[in-house]
Nanobody, 126 residues
Framework: QVQLVESGGGLVQAGDSLRLSCAAS????????MGWFRQAPGKERAFVAR????????YYADSVKGRFTISRDNAKNTVYLQMNSLKPEDTAVYYC???????????????????WGQGTQVTVSS
């Protein structure tokens, strides 16, 4: 089991920044690719960013590339999502996930050994 707790969400204005954190506990955190996903009202959950266990490989959705940065600290069992130049269309519930599935061109194919956090709300006003 891996337990994930997200924090750092909130209400901000367009152009502002936020940093989300995801604290993990339980099974070996460092062995998982960590991902951030988001779900806007009325839409399906969508991939945002992922980082390999070593931290040397990251991948972003086109919609956030150049604005968001994912990082991880395996010593602290924590993954971060730095979000800059936020836009109203970034408004969503953001989920952290410990994943064993496959990422292909921005689409994530889940695995039964995935774990998800409860989500944190990010609201960007115009």
């Amino acid at each position: 089991q891996v337990q994930l707790v997200e924090s750092g969400g909130g209400l901000v204005q367009a152009g502002d920044s936020l940093r989300l954190s995801c604290a993990a506990s339980g099974r070996t955190f460092s062995r998982y690719t960590m991902g951030w996903f988001r779900q806007a009202p009325g839409k399906e959950r969508a991939f945002v960013a992922r980082i390999r266990w070593s931290g040397d490989s990251t991948y972003y959705a086109d919609s956030v590339k150049g604005r968001f940065t994912i990082s991880r600290d395996n010593a602290k069992n924590t993954v971060y999502l730095q979000m800059n130049s936020l836009k109203p269309e970034d408004t969503a519930v953001y989920y952290c996930a410990a994943t064993r599935g496959i990422y292909v061109s921005g689409t994530y194919y889940p695995n039964t050994d995935d774990y998800w956090g409860q989500g944190t709300q990010v609201t960007v006003s115009s």
